[in-house]
């Protein structure tokens, strides 16, 4: 379209005066313009850099937005520097190092401007102008969408930033605009940029989306304010924080952030009011720093898509969570470090996958009048230096209330746990912590569950329905008295339960512990003490073999040579020091521990049961039977069951032997936030403690098992001797199938025995082969074949019934 003219409306101060004139270029008719005047452009394109210098009125003409088209082919296509009006025109830049539109003095009004330009930026305001811009568009991929800065202001209302190259709005060096039901969507930059000392934003209603990086960045002292707005899809962080900087958002929301929705570092601080963050794909709210602060009231922070915090503090900093609401989420709240801190007020913590409160590396967390459901842990404090207090809390559906362990030390006073599914209150690895005026009702588990080790302190607390029992205390527990006596176990004092489990006489009053009443006659009723339940009749147990006989049986099992020379040099340690004891020599320190490397079906567990028994004829271990677990029955799906059910299990093998099955599996190579770390954690410090109580033997695969003591050198440390379980060669397996046969009165017919040979010479030995269980399952498969070829006789004699003949060998399937 070419250029056409323009038509310059003159006026004055009196009516009389007013003129028109037409003029074949802008410049012309700008030059010929007075303050007042009404610059109406026709339909065209006009290749020229304008300047306004007066206060006039340019516009295009009614009823045909767009027609007019100011593009130069370098510079700034208008630059204004009074109070004019601009009005209908599409601005086009081409110059990279300079803006479409420069905006230098006055409170110009711009309204309904298309700005299509490949410029440093669409709109740049400098110095002390203060614009006013309604209904505009920029569309600037080639750099920033807004500029503000050097001290300018103004207004930007309705206006859409579409697909900067760069930064969509950016304020800096002492700008402060107000942008009212803005959109800016596309950028390639941040959204919004607010930056340095001075420089500040009001939003009002606006919306930042689609953005490629973080929707809303403040750094270097800069404040901002925004309310009503909303920031989703972007491709980094939903807001950032950095180098004191202060935000407010009010009534916002910020959702579908695959980042951070809000991450602030290095003494930043934001107010949060009425505000909801949702559908982020790491932490909701991500706070850092010593100094760094977030005072959130009556928000809601819900539905995350990671697998990490909804609220994370570290490294000093602090967080305030006042009448909110973390909902649907990994984990709600974890504070860690020294310094670090959390104060939750009357929020709701619910639809927890993991931890609701977690406190760690010494950092420190105040919740009051909170209340917490459906968490896998309602509060883990978990170690030395971690603490605060629970006041007045309730925690209710979760699989453990709370966790206190390795030397943390938290008050939990006037608190509530109904309904958990393992334990109320669980205390271990030496934690500490004191417990005031709470109740445990309904658990499946303990209400109270206290490890050895543990200076707990537990005052006026009660438990009512609990499966298992109101209070499990250390073994040996007689109630420690008040001013510490005791040792290093619990102080517990006027704590009550009316669990059924207490098999005393009945008393009218409920059953009480006070430190200062702890006589004989009161400990046989008091809550503490599960030992006053009388224990299961069982059958009386066989007598035990000597180890004679035991060793007679290991020697008797087919093949595993060297297994049996280790375990009988073990064995002659272990009775060579008894007798230097009991001459009063001193004795070798013997590992008892052990490591069995090797394929499925090499008698692996057969030698662990034998191996119990040993040291059991020995004097070494009191029962000396065989636990089996795998990792199945020692990690659970939350954090905090793992190390109860870890416990349990060594629990149940005092005495005896814990075999630990594909151990390997507790510590997998992408292990990522796996809780088996936890169990073998726990199962360390338990073998440490008690040395003497179990023994542990680890077994798996060769491979997989040196890799496992490798990445694991504390549970490296704890065995004396690896054991290795090499496969059974064919004439191994060939006498195995003999020993069932003659075990179930079968027999090998001639030939058969040279079949089996040359059979077991030639079967795969892949990942599936499982040594002697597959002899085992070739015996029964010759079985079952005998049965439906001798079946078919009409009479059978006793050779028939017996007799195992090569074609009752089972196929032999090669891979393919």
């Not at 230097?580 to 521990?593: I, N, T």
């Not at 636990?627 to 954090?639: A, F, N, Q, T, Y």
């Not at 059974?728 to 397996?733: A, H, S």
Request: aromatic share 4%; hydrophobic share 35%; with cysteine.
């Amino acid at each position: 379209m070419a250029q056409g003219t323009v038509q310059v409306t003159h006026t004055g101060t009196s009516r009389w005066r007013r003129r028109t004139g037409e003029y074949a270029s802008l410049s012309a008719a700008l030059e010929a313009a007075a303050d007042g005047d009404v610059l109406t452009v026709a339909p065209g394109t006009y290749r020229e850099n304008l300047v306004l210098h007066r206060a006039v009125t340019l516009r295009g003409p009614e009823g045909s937005v767009g027609s007019v088209r100011i593009a130069p082919v370098d510079g700034v296509p208008l630059t204004v520097r009074a109070s004019a009006i601009v009005q209908d025109l599409h601005i086009e830049g081409q110059d990279s190092a300079a803006p479409a539109v420069l905006v230098e003095d006055g409170t110009p009004e711009f309204s309904d401007l298309r700005i299509v330009t490949r410029s440093a930026a669409g709109i740049e305001v400098r110095a002390a102008a203060r614009p006013t811009v309604r209904r505009c568009t920029v569309d600037n991929p080639a750099g920033v969408g807004i500029a503000v800065l050097g001290g300018a202001g103004g207004v930007f209302e309705e206006c859409e930033i579409v697909s900067a190259g760069q930064l969509g709005v950016s304020v800096r060096e002492g700008g402060h605009p107000r942008l009212d039901r803005c959109r800016i969507h596309h950028s390639s930059g941040a959204g919004i940029g607010v930056t340095g000392e001075g420089s500040g934003l009001e939003a009002i209603g606006c919306e930042v989306y689609e953005i490629k990086g973080s929707g809303v960045q403040v750094t270097a002292r800069a404040t901002a304010h925004l309310t009503d707005c909303t920031v989703h899809r972007t491709s980094g962080d939903g807001v950032t924080l950095d180098t004191d900087a202060v935000l407010t958002l009010a009534d916002c929301d910020i959702h579908d952030i695959p980042e951070n929705a809000i991450d602030l570092r290095s003494r930043s601080v934001l107010t949060l009011t009425r505000s909801t963050v949702r559908r982020f794909g790491r932490n909701g709210l991500s706070v850092w720093d010593p100094g760094t602060r977030v005072d959130a009231n009556q928000c809601e922070i819900h539905d995350s898509t990671g697998d990490y915090p909804a609220v994370w503090v570290s490294d000093g900093a602090t967080v305030i969570l006042d009448a909110c609401r973390v909902h649907d989420v990994p984990d709600a709240l974890f504070v860690l470090d020294r310094g670090s801190r959390a104060d939750v007020v009357d929020s709701d913590l619910s639809q927890i996958r993991n931890t609701a409160v977690s406190v760690s590396d010494g950092a420190t967390a105040q919740l009051d009048d909170c209340r917490i459901r459906e968490a896998s842990t309602g509060a883990w404090f978990r170690d030395h230096g971690s603490g605060g207090t629970l006041n007045n809390c309730t925690i209710d559906a979760a699989q453990t209330g709370v966790i206190v362990t390795k030397g943390a030390d938290p008050v939990i006073e006037r608190c509530t746990v109904t309904n958990p599914a393992e334990a109320g209150f669980y205390v271990s690895a030496e934690g500490r912590g004191t417990f005031d005026s709470c109740r445990v009702t309904g658990s499946e588990g303990y209400g109270f569950h206290v490890m050895d080790g543990c200076r707990t302190t537990l005052t006026r607390c009660r438990t009512e329905r609990c499966a298992r029992g109101g209070y499990e205390f250390p073994e040996g527990f007689a109630g420690q008295t008040g001013d510490g006596a005791g040792g290093s176990g619990p102080v517990v004092t006027d704590c009550t339960s009316d669990e059924s489990g207490l098999r005393t006489a009945p008393a009218p009053a409920p059953a009480v512990l006070t430190a200062t009443q702890a006589t004989p006659g009161l400990l046989s009723t008091m809550p503490g003490q599960r030992a006053v339940e009388p224990e299961p009749v069982t059958p009386a147990a066989e007598p035990a073999r000597d180890s004679a006989a035991v060793l007679g049986e290991l020697d008797a099992l087919v093949g595993l040579e060297s297994v049996k020379r280790e375990v009988r040099a073990l064995t002659d340690m272990i009775e060579v020091g008894r007798r230097r004891q009991e001459a009063g020599l001193k004795a070798a320190s013997v590992r008892r521990h052990l490591v069995f490397t090797g394929s499925p079906g090499t008698g692996k567990t057969t030698v662990a049961r034998l191996y119990g028994e040993i040291l059991a004829s020995l004097g070494v271990l009191e029962r000396g039977h065989l636990v089996e677990v795998s990792r199945v029955d020692l990690v659970g799906e939350h954090i905090g069951s793992t190390a109860i059910r870890t416990q349990e299990a060594f629990d149940r093998a005092r005495g005896g032997v814990l075999f630990v099955d594909e151990a390997y599996a507790l510590s997998p190579e992408d292990s990522g936030r796996d809780f088996g770390r936890e169990a073998i954690d726990t199962l360390v410090k338990l073998m440490e403690d008690h040395r003497d109580a179990v023994v542990v033997i680890v077994a798996g695969y060769t491979h997989e098992m040196e890799r496992f003591l490798t990445v694991n050198p504390g549970v490296a440390s704890r065995f004396s001797r690896t054991i290795t379980f090499s496969d059974y060669l064919p004439e191994e397996l060939l006498r195995i199938v003999e020993q069932q046969a003659e075990e179930h009165e079968y027999s090998l017919a001639e030939g058969t025995g040279e079949a089996l040979l040359k059979y077991f010479t030639a079967l795969p030995k892949g990942p599936a082969f499982g040594n002697g269980r597959t002899a085992r399952q070739t015996f029964e498969s010759m079985v079952e074949r005998h049965a439906g070829r001798v079946a078919q006789f009409a009479e059978t004699s006793t050779d028939d019934l017996t007799l195992l003949y090569p074609e009752d060998l089972p196929e032999l399937v090669r891979p393919s």
